[in-house]
């Protein structure tokens, strides 16, 4: 039973357009949520978090929004550049992070020039 | 050297061998993790050290053995490995164990023939 669902296994958008990575969690011991992005051959970096006291949190061209009510988040980056193309992983934490991290499937993001 | 590093970063193996993947942080953090990427799959959580001490073992079978010798390494033996356990083996840190934030290396692929 998968608890961080990333239903979209990719997403094209085109260059200088928004990015818009979904993603759904049905624990609601959730409290603590991340982005992480994955090049091929590399292992994943951490892009973004957002604490569940919080509806959204920005950092540049990159702003996740959390919507606790329906156990939502998502990732907005705008504008897309074609640096962006990569594969994003949304996870989730319960109480810090002792117990480790859930993550969802990924999703395999492409810009297109 | 800096951040995660893993090595092996590539490993075929048979299922009569004996091997051990190395994972060694260059961040002063106190926490660190094993993670399994099986295809089609989520990251799953294998293990978590803190200070040195294994705090969560997430039901892996004991084929796998983790070792701890301080904050800056861990290690994953491999004995009688099984076809199904060819994955991407992921090391990541943490600051400590109530830090969520995790920093990955770039993983070691393993295929077991």
């Known amino acids: 039973d998968q608890q961080v669902k990333q239903n979209s296994p990719s997403l094209s958008v085109q260059e200088g357009r928004i990015s818009i990575l979904n993603c759904d969690y049905t624990?609601?011991?959730?409290?603590?949520f991340l982005w992480y992005k994955k090049y091929p051959a590399e292992g994943p970096t951490f892009l973004i978090s957002i604490s569940s006291i919080k509806d959204k949190n920005e950092d540049g061209r990159f702003t996740v929004f959390l919507n606790k009510s329906a156990k939502h988040l998502s990732l907005h980056i705008v504008p897309s550049q074609p640096g962006d193309s990569a594969v994003y992983f949304c996870?989730?934490?319960?109480?810090?992070?002792?117990?480790?991290?859930?993550f969802g499937k990924g999703t395999h993001l492409i810009i297109q020039p | 050297e800096t951040g995660v590093t893993q090595t092996p970063r590539h490993l075929v193996m048979g299922m009569t061998n004996k091997k051990s993947l190395k994972c060694e942080q260059h961040?002063?953090?106190?926490?660190m993790y094993w993670y399994k990427q099986s295809a089609k799959k989520p990251l799953e959580l294998m293990f978590v050290y803190n200070f040195k001490e294994q705090t969560e073992n997430n039901s892996v079978p004991s084929r796998f053995s983790p070792e701890c010798p301080n904050s800056s390494h861990l290690f994953l033996h491999l004995h009688t490995l099984q076809p199904e356990d060819s994955a991407l083996y992921l090391c990541a840190s943490s600051q400590d164990g109530a830090t969520v934030e995790q920093y990955f290396g770039p993983g070691t692929r393993l295929t077991v023939t």
């Open positions: 961040l002063g953090h106190n926490a």
């Open positions: 996870a989730a934490s319960a109480g810090g992070g002792a117990d480790g991290l859930t």
């Open positions: 624990n609601s011991m959730f409290d603590y």
